[in-house]
């Protein structure tokens, strides 16, 4: 059984541990209510949580050591039972109170349906923040099962309020390509296969963000070989050095107001996966780079 873990990597970091003084606040997203094909993700959070204790303090590309950072964690939103629209509500009330303390949210899901209250509440402070996805599926559904708040919905609902880059996508429906057809405003798909083969412009793709950014991780955005633990996997995604790519210049070089890290299934007994979404989600925080001190207008 995972046991409950109080500090991301077993650092307390610049913040002492306490989210009121931290630049970075780390919240649990344990939900699972819209999967359509493998369970899991409610555990998600917990074994990122417990994988980080074995991840290495300091990062070898960028000097940082997780030590000399403002994070600690946060609130856990429960699940209880809720609709995947009651839970976004949850979600937006949360984030929008880190967010409005000056502070970023750093959700740990938990299926991806949690994104689109994180997003929401985010926005509500930083109003058409663009929102860059590494996600396998374009998630651009306007219903899926009944609910409009589905994990494959994602994408559409965040679109409605902001700009949506979704990058390492493989995998979309018939309904969808229709919309992409189209070419919605404020949407942008970059294909896998354009990353596998060389063909993305990281620099183009950061100045098509703008300034104000949040970042969003489906683990499925990987190859399955980089994290087989996963709801809805899908072949041929991107690398792990392909997702770093990405993800240092944007972290490194944009005001980033959100982020997440969702769509981890840990199979009991097979840590790989939860190692690499703990690691991944230890580049995030060093990319962000060090703060001194509290942020301005914490809680």
Do not use: N
């Not at 856990?76 to 995947?84: G, I, L, Q």
């Not at 309020?161 to 309904?175: C, D, E, L, M, Q």
Request: aromatic share 6%.
């Amino acid at each position: 059984m995972t046991r409950e873990v109080r500090e991301f990597a077993g650092v307390s970091g610049r913040s002492g541990g306490d989210p009121e003084r931290a630049r970075v606040v780390i919240l649990q997203a344990p939900y699972e209510g819209s999967v359509s094909y493998g369970a899991g993700a409610a555990r998600g959070p917990a074994a990122i949580l417990e994988a980080s204790l074995q991840v290495e303090t300091y990062d070898d590309e960028t000097g940082v050591l997780l030590d000399d950072l403002s994070f600690a964690l946060g609130p856990t939103v429960p699940a209880e039972d809720r609709s995947p629209e009651a839970y976004s509500r949850a979600m937006r009330e949360l984030c929008g109170r880190v967010a409005e303390g000056g502070q970023i949210p750093f959700v740990l899901g938990g299926e991806h349906s949690v994104t689109i209250g994180a997003v929401q509440g985010v926005r509500d402070v930083h109003p058409g923040a663009h929102v860059l996805t590494i996600d396998a599926h374009a998630d651009l559904r306007d219903s899926y099962a009944g609910s409009r708040f589905s994990h494959a919905c994602v994408s559409r609902r965040v679109l409605e309020g902001g700009p949506v880059t979704i990058v390492g996508v493989r995998s979309w429906s018939a309904g969808e390509a229709e919309l992409l057809a189209r070419r919605p405003g404020g949407l942008h798909v970059v294909p896998a296969r354009e990353i596998v083969a060389g063909r993305l412009e990281v620099e183009a793709l950061l100045a098509s963000l703008g300034e104000t950014v949040y970042v969003s991780v489906d683990v499925d955005g990987l190859d399955p070989s980089v994290v087989p633990a996963t709801g809805t996997p899908e072949p041929g995604g991107l690398s792990w050095y392909d997702a770093l790519a990405i993800l240092r210049p944007v972290l490194e070089r944009r005001t980033v107001v959100g982020m997440d890290l969702v769509e981890l299934a840990p199979v009991p007994g097979a840590p790989v996966a939860d190692f690499a979404a703990a690691r991944l989600a230890a580049k995030m925080l060093s990319y962000l780079g060090p703060e001194v001190g509290a942020p301005e207008g914490s809680r």
